[in-house]
């Protein structure tokens, strides 16, 4: 599963063009409403700068720990309660992706499995798997940072999210810091092919 994972994002991330043309395009189905522009969203919330910021060193954690370099954390009242790294290779766990390893966390934080009235901040757009373990928590609020064209299940090539099946919705806006997290990510891939090389 983890180089699966490796592939699909090398493959969107290997070339710097690849992100300027989906942005310039406004993504493979990803829907405006999803896709913001960073001024218009921070403006209304500077703290989203500050937890993208935050989600962003701990996507260098796992970069330095030779992981996909994906961070996230989740806020209740304004306050940080979790924050999870990618970790499927340390762990042999092809769950722990960084939003599974912060729900984890919140879990535990909360003494709840459920994770009602708080945001999810995370720098690459979620898997399918992940936006279904942020559905069953009940995570209210999700925002991502880099969108992800290849396995992006929050509007780049499904959009789980928006799925009327289910029992509770969540808010989804994508795009904060969108260059730094996609940076972190063509960085990562262009590293380990010159040391292929």
Wanted: with cysteine; proline share 3%; hydrophobic share 40%.
């Amino acid at each position: 599963m983890a180089m699966c994972y490796f592939l699909f994002v090398y493959l969107f991330y290997e070339e710097d063009a690849l992100l300027e043309k989906y942005v310039k395009k406004g993504g493979m189905g990803m829907t405006q409403k999803v896709l913001v522009q960073d001024a218009d969203f921070i403006g209304k919330n500077k703290d989203h700068l500050k937890w993208m910021q935050y989600a962003l060193k701990l996507a260098e954690r796992s970069r330095d720990e030779g992981e996909v370099p994906v961070g996230a954390v989740i806020i209740k009242d304004e306050k940080l309660i979790a924050e999870g790294w990618n970790q499927p290779i340390d762990r042999n766990d092809a769950t722990a992706h960084a939003e599974i390893m912060a729900i984890r966390a919140a879990g535990e934080v909360l003494n709840n499995y459920r994770l009602p009235d708080t945001t999810l901040y995370v720098t690459l757009e979620p898997c399918t798997m992940c936006v279904g373990a942020i559905i069953h928590a009940r995570i209210a609020n999700v925002i991502f940072g880099a969108p992800d064209p290849k396995t992006g299940a929050a509007g780049s090539v499904v959009d789980v999210f928006s799925a009327d099946c289910h029992n509770h919705q969540v808010r989804v806006n994508g795009g904060v810091m969108m260059n730094d997290c996609g940076q972190i990510l063509r960085e990562f891939f262009r590293e380990r092919r010159a040391s292929k090389d």
